[in-house]
């Protein structure tokens, strides 16, 4: 009987957790409706500041302190966006991952003398970074409470002077892109120093035919508004991807959660019938042989 009691206990166990994930998957499919609301309607907003600035670039000579090159790459800085709760599935492991293979790959120079900084935004990237002895310059634990832009801004004003000033050669900023409800893309995208080659050919070439254009008051202080708003932009955009990458990995996670518990009860139920049926057997058996020695007495 302790083993029936056992199993039943298991059993109770079981299908509370199966409510809990229930639920949580309930919750994440809700915030991931408002996280893909703000990414859909930033997208457009995002890309379009990339083209003016892009065709600004290719047509005309302004120049600006954000579009330095430097001649030596000595110190880099890249922004991990991450997340603060767990119980996403691989979200969070698979970028820190990509990260470390594009560390490994491209960056290990940088890491190994000290120059290589991390700005970690979430608590999962500043506790994975922090026990790794990465050099995390800065971290975020708690951004994703509330999703702001001016605490986006912040962040990526404080690297754009860092980079003017030239304590930074070279930004990266590392997120998970939003692809679909149980897929992103892990993304390390380098966004300073501007290319200039690369931004004229990503903005909409149906945009940048043989057109003269006339800037007022110059293209010097229309590029020096922009510059700024751009690269916030970019950062911005990473947020709201990887808020919405998050959600949907959760809402992924928590259902296969929930129908692995479905499966795991339907054991433990034939299981407990099996051991039920079994002890019902013995006590029939051990009662027949009880009367069988009666008579036999």
Known sequence: MANLRDIRNRISTVNNTQ???????????????????????????????????????????????????????DNVVMIVVGSDRGLCGGFNNNLFKTVEKTIEKDLSSYNDSGNLALITIGKKATAYFKKRKYNVTESHPGFFDSIEYGK??????????????ETYDEVYIAYNEFKSVIAQNRKVVKVLPIDKEQISDE???????????????????????????????????????SNASEQGARMSAMDSATENAKELERELKLKYNQARQSAITTEISEIVSGAQALRDS
Not at 37 to 53: E, F, G, H, L, N
Not at 152 to 165: E, H, L
């Open 203 to 241: 903005s909409d070439d149906a945009s940048k035919d043989a057109i003269d254009y006339i800037f007022e008051p110059n293209s010097e202080e229309i590029l020096a508004r922009l510059l700024p708003l751009h690269l916030n932009m970019q950062l911005w955009r990473a947020i709201l991807e």
């Open 152 to 165: 986006t801004s912040d962040v990526m004003t404080a690297v754009t002077g860092s980079f003017i000033d």
């Open 19 to 73: 409510q809990i994930t229930k639920a949580m998957k309930m919750v994440a499919a809700a915030k991931l409706r408002r996280a893909q609301d703000r990414m859909v309607q930033t997208r457009p907003y995002a890309t379009k500041i990339q083209d003016v600035v892009g065709r600004l670039v290719g047509s005309s000579s302004a120049t600006n302190p954000i579009m330095r090159t430097a001649d030596s790459v």
